[in-house]
């Protein structure tokens, strides 16, 4: 980390953003992957936790249904990378989605093991990854030799030209035995121990930042694996990528919203049924029947949280013929639970939980897949602040309150002031409603808030209900607030230090001399695509959902 960051040549992203819900189960696939959440080719996994209303099911993934991941991702059509290059040498180092990779460790196995066998995977990888370097030095002595013999076919010897034929085609016969043999075209490897152990001991904690914590962990394989395709003579071939699926956050206050809710409704006489499918923050896995998993039939709502972040409710229109469709916030300001009884359920949530809520996010519209409506709700000094936020296409408005707090400027790197200032002016003053063509673009948006304490908040949010497994209302907690939680740390929210995740390149091929100034996790693989293929990637066309940065790394 400290030569990428001290190298002339800069592949480093100043803004590095997860997407919303800042967790894991959904930005894992995406940054292995490069697709999109929801649509054609999707990972369809929008969250840690969501109601499949078409199966009539729950799930949670921390516990067997984790075991479900990739069969959900093969049913929405997840491409994955190693599949765009089946032709090539691959390898995968304990992660998931690696269909069509040559050679795979298990990223369940490494997650059983390595917690206590430590470096457990690492090790795997780094002991395979040396053995293919000798391979691989031998590979090039045997592409070297059939070069040399080249010129023989142009000799007008009949002799010398059939000697060479015999020995190319010797030559050839070799390196096609050995050729998988040697140092990987495409190598994936995921590295879950910085988050893990950050969860239950926390970010500032001594298993995290010293000298054998796990960042100095990281950074010794990342260095390895860089020395190996060095020693290899390929590094100036080579584009390397990192991305972390998410940041961390101290929480300092503790609550459970279905406590602070349902039990003031109860108070009221008003007793709903309530099934929660998660555990809390810190609390072990659950354990579903794989055959006969619980009915959600007959419910009220569903409930499960993240992380001490995101915190999702389920409501149904009702149990017959629209029990599959999801409420918008027209449904809900009238909703009928089962008993008959009728609840304006968005602004009651928000003024229960009063100021420990960042913004409660509920459907305007049904979501489609060229536009959508997000409304967003919060209470402020007493008063309830209400913002709307539409997308057409690409182009986003934001209306009503600032919920969001677009006007406070960080001054963090990423964006200076004067385009800060540039930019609102253009995307919330200008903009008018009854002109979609006067609406910033998503790139706007994105630059735009980097320079906030909630990047890339407009864009994500305006996604945020693509899919129909994301819940009907999300809740996300104000900074230093922990919903259901036992540790000292979270993520899953909309707090800058949860939304920063590193995204960063090295390699031969970065020529940049300034940052990228900020990008989502997801580019990562899509810019590793074009550079590998040669091809230009464009988002929302075959299976990608983020834009390619290599022109960006390759303009000095």
């Given at each position: 980390f400290k030569w990428l960051s001290q190298s002339r040549q800069r592949g480093f992203v100043s803004r590095g953003v997860s997407t919303t819900p800042?967790?894991?189960?959904?930005?894992?696939?995406?940054?292995?992957?490069g697709a999109p959440v929801a649509g054609s080719h999707s990972t369809g996994i929008p969250n840690f936790h969501f109601v499949d209303r078409q199966k009539q099911r729950a799930y949670y993934f921390y516990g067997n249904d984790a075991l479900s991941l990739e069969s959900l991702a093969e049913e929405s059509g997840l491409i994955t990378f190693h599949q765009r290059f089946a032709e090539l040498n691959s390898l995968n180092c304990s992660a998931q989605y690696d269909r069509g990779t040559k050679h795979s460790f298990n990223a369940f196995l490494n997650l059983a093991v390595g917690e206590k066998v430590r470096d457990f995977g690492e090790r795997l990888c780094t002991a395979e990854l040396q053995k293919r370097v000798d391979s691989e030095k031998n590979l090039r002595r045997i592409r070297n030799k059939i070069l040399d013999f080249r010129s023989y076919l142009e000799s007008k010897n009949p002799l010398f030209n059939r000697l060479a034929r015999f020995r190319i085609k010797q030559l050839i016969e070799e390196l096609s035995t050995a050729e998988d043999e040697g140092l990987p075209q495409i190598m994936t490897l995921y590295a879950p121990w910085p988050d893990h152990f950050a969860h239950f001991k926390g970010p500032f904690s001594d298993e995290i930042l010293s000298p054998t914590g796990e960042l100095n962990r990281l950074d010794y394989w990342l260095g390895m694996i860089t020395s190996l395709y060095r020693d290899a003579g390929v590094f100036d071939r080579s584009l390397f990528g990192i991305a972390g699926d998410h940041g961390l956050t101290p929480v300092f206050y503790l609550l459970n919203p279905e406590i602070e809710v349902f039990e003031n409704f109860k108070s009221r006489g008003?007793?709903?049924?309530?099934?929660?499918?998660?555990?809390d923050e810190g609390e072990g896995p659950k354990m579903t029947h794989p055959l006969r998993p619980p009915s959600i039939k007959n419910i009220d709502v569903?409930?499960?949280?993240?992380?001490?972040?995101?915190?999702?409710?389920?409501?149904?229109?009702?149990?017959?013929?629209?029990?599959?469709?999801?409420?918008?916030?027209?449904?809900?300001?009238?909703?009928?639970?089962?008993?008959?009884?009728?609840?304006?359920?968005?602004?009651?949530?928000?003024?229960?939980?009063?100021?420990?809520?960042?913004y409660l996010a509920v459907r305007e519209v049904p979501t489609q897949s060229e536009s959508s409506g997000v409304r967003l709700m919060r209470f402020e000094n007493g008063q309830l602040k209400t913002a709307i936020i539409w997308r057409k296409g690409d182009r986003l408005f934001y209306e009503g309150d600032d919920v969001v707090d677009l006007g406070r400027f960080t001054g963090l790197e990423g964006i200076d002031h004067s385009t800060f200032q540039q930019l609102y002016k253009r995307c919330v003053r200008q903009a008018t409603k009854q002109n979609p063509s006067s609406w910033c673009n998503a790139t706007q948006w994105r630059s735009l808030t980097a320079g906030?304490?909630?990047?890339?908040?407009?864009?994500?949010?305006?996604?945020?209900?693509?899919?129909?497994?994301?819940?009907?209302?999300?809740?996300?907690p104000k900074r230093g607030y922990g919903y259901n939680s036992k540790v000292p740390g979270r993520h899953a929210g909309e707090d800058?230090?949860?939304?920063?995740?590193?995204?960063?390149?090295?390699?031969g091929p970065v020529k940049a001399q300034f940052p990228i100034p900020t990008a989502v996790n997801g580019s990562m693989p899509v810019t590793l695509y074009e550079y590998l293929s040669q091809e230009k990637p464009f988002q929302d066309e075959n299976g990608w959902g983020f834009p390619s940065l290599l022109y960006e790394l390759q303009t000095p």
């Open positions: 800042t967790i894991s189960v959904r930005n894992l696939p995406l940054i292995k992957t008003i007793d709903l049924r309530v099934e929660k499918i998660s555990s569903v409930i499960a949280s993240t992380a001490g972040g995101n915190y999702m409710m389920d409501f149904f229109t009702d149990q017959d013929s629209n029990w599959a469709s999801q409420p918008t916030y027209r449904d809900l300001v009238k909703w009928r639970s089962l008993k008959g009884a009728v609840i304006n359920i968005p602004n009651e949530i928000v003024r229960i939980l009063g100021n420990s809520l960042e906030t304490w909630k990047p890339d908040s407009v864009v994500q949010l305006a996604h945020l209900y693509d899919h129909d497994r994301a819940g009907t209302i999300n809740l996300f800058f230090h949860e939304k920063d995740a590193m995204v960063a390149f090295w390699g």
